[in-house]
């Protein structure tokens, strides 16, 4: 019955490669969210969807492409690895987008950790 | 671009302690949300501010906005060590229309038994 969860856990791999991280939430949510939170522990919004819409789209390589095939699945796949990509990335997801003055609280999941050899 | 800075980024404290987090953001905000994440874990929601000035108290915890909308803080009662952790402020600027949170750096608790 877990609310958001992110596949893999760990991820380890070797520069160049390409790889995907995987996203679900079962609660309803209208919105979801990917999140990188480097060693620091600083979290930066990456993307943001709003019923398959892409919303939010921050200043990310493009290396780094999002994908949501329902409301309940956000997927981000990234191209050619580069050690600076080594963090534990987290995707979160709210009830509804928020709107001017408001928002809505945000499930995050268990986190995705990185590793780029 | 908004930024939201928090201060301390670590701090140590006895159990039993007092321990405070601050929070100041460079633009007026909508409203606040504070977070908690404990070691190797994720970002947990505790609690959301959204009025000039409010108050707001969660057991050992209380959470201020300030006046002007544009900082606020966490406080947290002799400490246990059950509060470790890593404590984030969130950020929604005022007028933004599609809710992007911007978070603080975070402050790392340490509490000493």
């Known amino acids: 019955d877990t609310a958001v969860s992110q596949t893999p856990k760990y991820l380890v791999t070797q520069m160049g490669n390409d790889k995907s991280i995987k996203c679900e939430q079962n609660?309803?949510?209208?919105?979801m969210y990917w999140y990188k939170q480097d060693s620091k522990k600083f979290l930066k919004i990456m993307f943001s969807y709003n019923n398959k819409e892409l919303i939010i789209n921050e200043t990310v390589p493009n290396r780094f492409s999002p994908k949501s095939p329902d409301k309940a699945h956000l997927n981000l796949h990234i191209n050619s690895l580069e050690l600076g990509d080594s963090a534990v990335y987290f995707c979160?997801?709210?009830?509804?987008?928020?709107?001017?003055?408001?928002?809505?609280?945000?499930?995050f999941g268990p986190g995705t950790r990185l590793t780029v050899l | 671009g908004q930024q939201v800075m928090q201060i301390p980024q670590y701090q140590h404290v006895q159990e039993g302690e007092d321990f405070t987090t601050y929070c100041n953001s460079s633009?007026?905000?909508?409203?606040i949300q504070w977070y908690k994440q404990r070691p190797g874990g994720h970002p947990v929601f505790l609690i959301q501010?959204?009025?000039?000035?409010e108050v707001k108290k969660q057991k050992r915890l209380t959470f201020q906005f300030g006046e002007a909308k544009k900082n606020s803080s966490l406080h947290i009662t002799a400490t246990q060590t059950t509060d470790v952790g890593t404590y984030f402020c969130a950020g929604l600027a005022g007028g933004t229309s599609y809710g992007k949170l911007t978070f603080g750096q975070g402050t790392i608790l340490t509490v000493h038994p």
């Open positions: 501010l959204v009025k000039s000035g």
């Open positions: 633009t007026t905000l909508s409203n």
């Open positions: 979160a997801s709210s009830p509804r987008l928020s709107g001017t003055g408001w928002s809505d609280t945000q499930y």
């Open positions: 609660l309803g949510h209208d919105t």
